[in-house]
């Protein structure tokens, strides 16, 4: 169940005035909602900040002992991009805690990190170190960049890309825009898009192959629908935007 809440992290966006706010929902065949997401990104002048708080409904909460995890990401917007100084990952589970907070160094062309693990909200470890890679994106800004760099998402785009948060050891993740006939083979399982991507984390995720997830995006950037198929033991696992608005 660890990566039970990746899934609805993967939401793409437009660079808004103000704060954007996101909710998605994600379930599973008969079973139902198994978790539920908001996102917000705030911009003030040159500044941005991510936040993200994803939680596991129903049976995944009580399998998952009650997962909450907490993404943040802020640094500077250049030229209409993100591009980060922090990156922070909370994830909080029955007594535990652990909190790893990235620091972006882009001159130096590096990431250090500082990790701090709490059991019954006590402090049981505390450690700091340097990614073996550096990445000019996390996890969230990158899929907030993402419509400038993919460009045209009618026509072939397939990527790898960097990103903290991603694959542990490289940061890799691969981006891949779908067309021609597979395109509208998959409108139908995700009908709404005007943009269809295909994401490979390189992460286990259910024991699906590579993590791979399918996204239909609306034509402001923001995800409208996602899928993640053949899951073990549970199938295909789709997320759904329930709720959006810019203030």
């Avoid at 997401?37 to 500044?47: C, E, I, N, P, V």
């Avoid at 936040?51 to 209409?80: C, F, N, P, Q």
């Avoid at 992460?203 to 995006?217: R, T, V």
């Avoid at 995800?223 to 295909?236: E, S």
Wanted: hydrophobic share 35%.
């Amino acid at each position: 169940m660890k990566r039970l809440l990746l899934l609805i992290l993967l939401f793409t966006g437009m660079i808004y005035a103000g704060t954007m706010h996101a909710a998605y929902k994600v379930e599973y065949g008969i079973f139902g909602k198994m978790g539920v997401s908001d996102a917000w990104l705030t911009k003030r002048g040159d500044r941005y900040e991510i936040k993200m708080v994803a939680k596991a409904t129903g049976l995944a909460k009580v399998l998952s002992g009650g997962r909450v995890e907490i993404y943040e990401s802020s640094g500077r917007i250049e030229d209409g991009k993100l591009v980060p100084d922090l990156f922070r990952k909370n994830v909080k589970r029955s007594s535990k805690r652990r909190i790893k907070t990235y620091l972006f160094d882009h001159l130096r062309k590096k990431v250090t990190y500082h990790q701090i693990s709490y059991r019954h909200g006590k402090k049981a470890d505390e450690s700091d170190g340097e990614l073996p890679y550096y990445a000019k994106n996390d996890i969230l800004s990158l899929y907030f960049n993402i419509s400038s760099i993919i460009g045209d998402c009618s026509e072939p785009f397939d990527k790898t890309l960097k990103a903290v948060g991603a694959e542990k050891k490289t940061g890799r993740i691969r981006i891949q825009t779908i067309v021609g006939k597979k395109r509208k083979r998959l409108a139908k399982e995700l009908p709404g898009g005007s943009c269809y991507l295909k994401v490979t984390i390189y992460q286990k995720i259910f024991g699906s192959k590579g993590g791979e997830l399918y996204l239909a995006l609306r034509p402001d950037n923001v995800v409208q629908r996602a899928l993640l198929k053949d899951v073990v033991m549970f199938g295909d696992i789709r997320g759904k935007l329930i709720r959006f608005e810019v203030k």
